[in-house]
């Protein structure tokens, strides 16, 4: 039996894993990643979380390097 442990098969999941740990604002139009069930309406507040915005350049910068390496 094998027993697969939860790291992301792919470089796709493996960048909707890190957004969703970083997480959003819970606004219904985050620009990281959307709220499941109750949000807010006030606007994304992300962008002007200056540490925030450069994780998320830094994950999707590695998410486009390992898909150029993928050779799809
Ligand atoms: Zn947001």
Redesign the pocket.
Known sequence: MTDHTTIPATPAAELDAYLRELG??S?GH???IKPIGMHTNGG???ARDEMKMRRVVFAYRRYRSAMERADV
């Open positions: 959003g604002c606004d985050c620009i990281i994304c507040r992300c």
